[in-house]
């Protein structure tokens, strides 16, 4: 699956380059870049060694600013980049003890700075507003505070007891007579690319697809799927 996504935004590229090539319409100068504002909503999917991180599946919420610069005064090739704040959350239920109905929450929450980069061609779609821009390049994120909020209860004759709630620092180790925690990584860093479709040079929206070089924790690493809404001028 992840093949046949790269593979169609290698064949947008490519028909967008060839169309461009071929237009002899386009009398209009190539734009030098432009400013935007955006929103990300991102679902992403935890890959590990371990059942407890494959589990968690963060719901992420970005906003930022980035900036697009021209590279080429023959081509409308574009390499983009921006500043963000993402918070990340994610709530997941497990039982752990059956024969004593007892069960566990983990709530996480993240708060991170984040830097997209990328290489980026823009289409002009003949006798339209509409805009076709595929883009590939790298996300950066600093994980600037985390915290794991873990919930037991025991349920029984119809009445729910909660016995046991601790809080803990994603980034720090922590360790006691009921739960051992390794302190996840604050850097991580990875691949994205997709593909925007942007209206009268102002509004757009984007899909796309990436993965994590390093690790946030030991042997996990996370895959993501993100929509992007952005206001540019």
């Keep these: 699956m992840s093949r046949l996504k790269y593979l169609a935004v290698v064949a947008l590229f490519a028909c967008g380059m060839t169309a461009n090539a071929q237009s002899e319409q386009s009398t209009k100068p190539i734009s030098t870049g432009w400013?935007?504002?955006?929103?990300?909503?991102?679902?992403?999917?935890?890959?590990?060694?371990?059942?407890?991180?494959?589990?968690?599946?963060?719901?992420?919420?970005?906003?930022?600013?980035?900036?697009?610069?021209?590279?080429?005064?023959?081509?409308?090739?574009?390499?983009?980049?921006?500043?963000?704040?993402?918070?990340?959350?994610?709530?997941?239920?497990?039982?752990?003890?059956?024969?004593?109905?007892?069960?566990?929450?983990?709530?996480?929450?993240?708060?991170?700075?984040?830097?997209?980069?990328?290489?980026?061609?823009?289409?002009?779609?003949?006798?339209?507003?509409?805009?076709?821009?595929?883009?590939?390049g790298l996300d950066f994120r600093f994980n600037i505070v985390g915290r794991n909020r873990r919930e037991a209860a025991q349920i029984g004759d119809g009445s729910i007891q909660d016995f046991d709630k601790k809080s803990y620092d994603l980034y720090e180790d922590s360790s006691d007579e009921t739960y051992s925690h390794k302190a996840w990584k604050r850097f991580q860093w990875g691949w994205d690319f997709g593909v925007k479709l942007q209206y009268d040079k102002r509004y757009t929206i984007g899909l796309s697809w990436g993965r994590e070089f390093n690790d946030f924790a030991q042997n996990s690493k996370i895959r993501t799927r993100a929509i992007t809404l952005e206001y540019s001028f």
């Design 35 to 136: 400013q935007s504002v955006w929103f990300n909503w991102n679902k992403s999917k935890v890959k590990s060694d371990y059942k407890e991180f494959n589990a968690i599946k963060f719901n992420q919420l970005s906003l930022g600013y980035s900036r697009a610069f021209s590279i080429s005064r023959d081509l409308p090739l574009y390499v983009e980049g921006g500043l963000g704040l993402q918070y990340s959350y994610d709530k997941e239920t497990n039982v752990f003890n059956e024969t004593a109905n007892i069960y566990h929450t983990e709530k996480y929450r993240v708060l991170s700075a984040i830097v997209p980069a990328y290489v980026l061609y823009r289409w002009d779609i003949p006798s339209s507003k509409l805009a076709l821009m595929p883009f590939v």
